[in-house]
């Protein structure tokens, strides 16, 4: 069975700062996804980012980018700039290649501070 | 586009009654999950359905049911409520052509308060 580890339940970071969120995972497959939601205290879940495992390249939206180590089985986030809005949980999720099921981490609760 | 659309957003119901909610996914997307999200549990698969069959199931008891319509939205039945039912349950929509893992994207929320 797939797993998805987030072994920091809480970071705190400045405004303008950089902060990188951990993520590791554990699969047996070659053909799978991944994935970063941040949810704010509205609770709506909010896509930030998506990781093909077959693309080298790291994935970047605008302020948010990753660390995709395959070989590792290592996803980190890096929120550069940070803005009070990034304060939220984060969510490290996998999905296989051929499934519907997301599998989640436990969340990483991001504060950030002036 | 619209997004993803859950009714209703807060429910307060007693324990051995039944509860469904709904939800309306983005226009054109066929595929809809459903999540349990818990302190305890954190978030928990329960089902998905694409063209209006279950296609993938999570491990919960036969009390948690669903079913989708022509339409893909989908509603979700939670029969004799427990204690424990008390959740955030989180609806997420996606494309659902074929085998490919289309990325989900969530609704609201609906918070289920059982007393």
């Known amino acids: 069975a797939q797993t998805v580890t987030q072994s920091q339940p809480e970071m705190s970071v400045q405004e303008a700062e950089t902060v990188t969120l951990s993520c590791t995972y554990d699969t047996s497959e070659s053909d799978y996804y991944l994935f970063w939601y941040k949810q704010p205290p509205s609770r709506q879940m909010i896509l930030v980012i998506r990781?093909?495992?077959?693309?080298?390249q790291n994935a970047t939206e605008n302020r948010f980018s990753v660390n995709f180590q395959k070989a590792a089985k290592s996803f980190s986030l890096k929120i550069s700039d940070s803005q009070l809005g990034d304060a939220a949980m984060y969510f490290c999720?996998?999905?296989?290649?051929?499934?519907?099921?997301?599998?989640f981490g436990t969340g990483t609760r991001l504060q950030v501070t002036l | 586009k619209a997004g993803v659309t859950q009714t209703p957003r807060y429910l307060i119901k007693t324990r051995g009654q039944q509860v469904t909610l709904s939800c309306s996914p983005i226009?054109?997307?066929?595929?809809v999950s459903w999540y349990q999200q818990t302190p305890g549990q954190g978030l928990q698969f329960l089902f998905e359905?694409?063209?209006?069959?279950?296609?993938n199931k999570g491990n919960f008891p036969g009390r948690f049911s669903g079913r989708q319509f022509s339409n893909s939205r989908s509603e979700m039945n939670v029969s004799t409520l427990e204690l424990g039912d008390s959740a955030l349950y989180l609806c997420a929509s996606s494309i659902g052509q074929g085998a490919i893992a289309d990325t989900q994207y969530f609704g609201p929320g609906t918070r289920l308060t059982v007393l």
């Open positions: 226009s054109g997307h066929r595929s």
């Open positions: 359905y694409f063209s209006e069959t279950q296609r």
């Open positions: 999720a996998y999905i296989s290649g051929t499934a519907s099921k997301l599998t």
């Open positions: 990781q093909e495992a077959y693309k080298q």
